[in-house]
């Protein structure tokens, strides 16, 4: 049967009245609130037992709240849901002429089915496909399809103003390595400047590193000025001595999707012995194309593993747009993908009037979702037959991801699943704890407020007071 958001919100208001099945927040964690200057006013809490359905706590669940990272819990489990743990994308090259002897006698057409794990090793390996079926040259240009998502502006620095920052990179149906480069800094004495090895590895693009100096490291990339564009990558400024080596994560904003993607296949197909005679572009599959290899991802499952326990964003991101692909034939675009999602809740008696979607990463200052909601996600994902794959693919307290290095000491370490969230003014909490008592309880936790940066603690408390009382 399927029960109406407002009868849910019916029930937590009767339980919550009921003081022995549901409470306000505990004690201890609104006095570690008030003690961080947050109002309990700022805090919305909802959690319940998983089987029997008792609810434990219930404060300020019906306020709609940005959730941060925590909503990306929402998009992977109805994902899951969707498109299933086995559902993989496919990446395809496409022949667009005759092929004699080892020569590709038109373009290589490699079109983009939005796998968000396309990193250079899945790129070397489907290359290699290539040259088992015996082409080495290829005489026309490298053409790339990103049509699978509906390609529109992006800019990576309105939500913070980091551009350069990896999780401000965009969606991309063609998506390679996160759109990011990884750019270790050694020190050179020779030369007076810091060395710049890329990773992934490039061709066609000169590298320079920035001018060493003497002095303490400190704050070793504050005096750094990363350049990545077409014509190259430049970090200009200063680099201590002191520092030895370093890594520098950079999302090439300012290069465009052809250079990013033409420079790593550049220099791996020559590592492999290939050639490309023409140039990298985008452009669209022609219709009398022939497949001639296709790279398959992992599977969702995998994926989901990596949001949840490493909060990617730019993976969520693709996710969402997937769900939207696999709804409709059109280029994909966020707004098919909440479609989608919602689609998906109402199917499970889930209605939620106070969710908003906007990426599915939780990377936004837009989305917004009440506790409760949150909460009937995770009962929905607990008892779904993907359940242990859902559970898995999130933190586990004091042991990795996340929430690697919080409540160690802690009895409750190693017996809760918990996603994490953090904006400036955001923190939440959102997951599953299994209790002393052996019950497992879905918990949701999310503060919005101007010190809110401070409120690790009485979430903490919260998953500790949740395994004890339980």
């Known amino acids: 049967m399927r029960i109406s958001f407002r009868l849910q919100a019916a029930i937590v208001l009767v339980f919550a ?78 022949a667009a002429g005759p092929q004699r002897g080892d020569v590709l006698e038109g373009d290589l057409v490699i079109r983009g089915g939005g796998d968000p794990r396309l990193n250079v090793e899945s790129l070397w390996l489907f290359l290699r496909q290539l040259r088992e079926k015996g082409i080495r040259q290829i005489s026309g240009d490298l053409v790339l399809d990103h049509s699978r998502f509906e390609t529109r502006p992006f800019d990576a620095a309105q939500f913070d103003g980091a551009p350069l920052k990896p999780y401000n990179a965009g969606p991309d149906a063609l998506l390679l390595n996160y759109h990011a480069f990884a750019l270790r800094l050694t020190p050179d004495q020779a030369s007076g400047k810091a060395r710049v090895s890329v990773e992934p590895p490039v061709s066609g693009l000169p590298v320079s590193g920035p001018v060493l100096v003497e002095g303490e490291c400190g704050n070793w990339n504050a005096n750094l000025a990363p350049s990545l564009t077409d014509q190259g990558i430049a970090i200009d400024g200063t680099y201590p001595y002191a520092c030895g080596e370093n890594v520098l994560y950079a999302h090439p904003y300012q290069m465009s999707r052809a250079a990013f993607f033409g420079a790593v296949f550049r220099r791996l197909w020559t590592e492999m012995g290939g050639t490309l005679g023409g140039q990298v572009r985008d452009g669209l599959l022609p219709a009398d194309a022939r497949l001639v290899a296709e790279w398959q991802s992992a599977p969702l499952t995998q994926v989901i593993t990596d949001i949840n326990k490493f909060s990617n964003n730019v993976m969520a991101r693709q996710l969402l747009l997937t769900m939207a692909s696999e709804a409709s034939p059109a280029p994909a675009n966020p707004e098919g993908g909440a479609a989608a999602v919602r689609g998906w809740l109402m199917g499970k008696g889930i209605d939620a009037p106070d969710l908003v979607l906007d990426n599915g990463s939780g990377l936004s200052r837009s989305e917004r979702i009440s506790a409760i909601t949150m909460g009937r996600v995770l009962l929905a994902g607990y008892n779904s037959p993907t359940m242990p794959e859902f559970i898995a693919s999130l933190p586990l307290v004091a042991n990795d991801g996340t929430m690697r290095k919080r409540l160690r000491d802690k009895p409750v370490a190693g017996r809760a699943h918990i996603k994490t969230g953090s904006l400036d003014g955001v923190r939440a909490i959102a997951g599953y704890v299994m209790a002393a008592s052996g019950k497992w309880y879905a918990v949701v936790c999310i503060v919005n407020h101007p010190n809110a940066g401070a409120a690790r603690e009485p979430l903490d408390l919260l998953v500790q007071w949740i395994y004890e009382r339980g």
């Not at 809490?45 to 990272?69: C, F, H, K, M």
């Not at 909503?71 to 992977?76: C, F, G, H, P």
């Open 17 to 94: 009245c009921g003081g022995a099945a549901a409470q306000e927040l505990p004690a201890s964690v609104t006095q570690a609130l008030r003690h961080a200057g947050i109002p309990s006013s700022a805090v919305g809490a909802y959690a319940q037992e998983v089987i029997a359905g008792r609810t434990l706590v219930s404060s300020n669940a019906l306020a709609p709240l940005n959730p941060a990272s925590t909503l990306k819990l929402v998009t992977t489990q109805a994902a899951l849901q969707l498109l299933g743990p086995t559902y993989t994308w496919k990446t395809g090259a496409y």
